[in-house]
């Protein structure tokens, strides 16, 4: 799947953030990012780090160089993420504390989130890797997927292009706005916390995709339990109106990078209509198996 062509200004333009520093900065020019990104102070960080203040002050400016002991606990301090703890670490002359293998390598894992997809169907449900790549996905995202353009599900395939591209879901939709404002506010968090390039090149493409009306939403008294609740992701399937409720999952104290940045993202209905559409969905795929494999 391809995307337009973006540039690649600073990350100050998605996020209202410091810009990123150069790829090849020092480390101690990368710790000073990281702390003004988080918007903590040397004197709060030092306090948290058990280190001096004086020494931390020498270590951003490069007259003092980190112990790697002392680059794991302010990046953990910090809430670096792993793949740029690494990047800590070998800014500051070390080997990465961290390892990242291949998804493909980690074949007894994807058959545990092959299992774990499987048991959420009928519901649709996938798992993204950071740049929200699909990994994994169940046989009921096809109902999500009814429609969109042959070229977007090319893969790499990219959930949140295939959710708001013009050719993708986007016009089955309900409220297109508020979904595409959810989708690019949740991005822009993440920009903002990780510091990623990728990431930001995704954001400036997606936010400049041209936003038709989607559907209108369908007539009816609103559902009071349900609006307390959560407001619903609705989408249109044939004649009906589909209501789901995203949940998210991630693994917890991961210390490889690429299972740190693996998210399980699940559906679940709203209302009674969507999940007997989704049961009777999936019924006729297995009905659909049976008869070519009969």
Same mark, same amino acid.
């Given at each position: 799947m391809t995307g337009q062509a973006v540039a690649r200004p600073a990350v100050r333009a998605a996020t209202g953030g410091p810009a990123a520093a150069p790829r090849q900065a020092t480390?101690?020019?990368?710790?000073? $990012?990281? *702390?003004?990104?988080?918007?903590?102070?040397?004197?709060?960080?030092?306090?948290?780090?058990?280190?001096?203040? @004086?020494?931390?002050?020498?270590?951003? +400016? &490069? =007259?003092?160089?980190?112990?790697?002991?002392? /680059?794991?606990?302010?990046?953990?301090?910090?809430? /670096?993420?792993?793949?740029?703890?690494? =990047?800590?670490m070998l800014a500051a002359g070390y080997a990465p504390a961290h390892p990242e293998t291949p998804v493909a390598?980690?074949?007894?894992? *994807?058959a545990s989130l092959r299992a774990v997809l499987d048991a959420h169907d009928p519901f649709p449900?996938?798992? /993204?890797?950071?740049?929200?790549?699909?990994?994994?996905?169940?046989?009921?995202?096809?109902?999500?997927?009814?429609?969109?353009?042959?070229?977007?599900?090319?893969?790499?395939?990219?959930?949140?292009?295939? &959710?708001?591209?013009?050719?993708?879901m986007a016009p089955r939709v309900v409220d297109l706005r508020r979904w595409r404002e959810e989708l690019l506010g949740?991005? @822009?968090?993440?920009?903002?916390?990780?510091?990623?390039?990728?990431? %930001?090149?995704?954001? *400036?493409?997606?936010d400049g995709y041209p936003v038709a009306?989607?559907?209108?939403?369908?007539? &009816?008294?609103a559902d009071p339990e349900q609006s307390s609740l959560a407001i619903p992701f609705r989408l249109r399937y044939g004649d009906d109106e589909l209501a789901f409720l995203g949940m998210v999952t991630t693994f917890g104290t991961p210390v490889?990078? +690429?299972?740190?940045?693996?998210?399980? $993202? +699940?559906?679940?209905?709203?209302?009674? =209509? +969507? %999940?007997?559409?989704? *049961?009777?969905?999936?019924e006729a795929r297995r009905e659909a198996a049976r008869s070519v494999a009969g």
């Open positions: 480390v101690g020019a990368l710790l000073r $990012e990281w *702390r003004e990104r988080r918007r903590v102070s040397q004197l709060a960080l030092s306090i948290e780090a058990d280190v001096s203040t @004086r020494h931390l002050s020498c270590v951003e +400016t &490069g =007259r003092s160089r980190p112990s790697p002991g002392l /680059v794991a606990r302010l990046g953990e301090v910090l809430d /670096v993420p792993l793949r740029e703890r690494n =990047r800590l390598a980690l074949e007894s894992l *994807r449900a996938f798992v /993204v890797d950071r740049t929200w790549t699909v990994v994994e996905a169940n046989a009921s995202v096809q109902v999500l997927l009814d429609g969109v353009d042959e070229d977007l599900l090319t893969e790499p395939v990219n959930v949140l292009r295939i &959710g708001l591209h013009p050719r993708g949740r991005l @822009r968090r993440q920009v903002g916390w990780s510091a990623d390039d990728d990431l %930001a090149d995704l954001y *400036r493409e997606l009306p989607g559907p209108a939403a369908a007539p &009816g008294p490889d990078v +690429t299972l740190s940045e693996l998210t399980i $993202e +699940t559906f679940l209905p709203a209302d009674d =209509r +969507t %999940a007997e559409v989704l *049961r009777a969905a999936a």
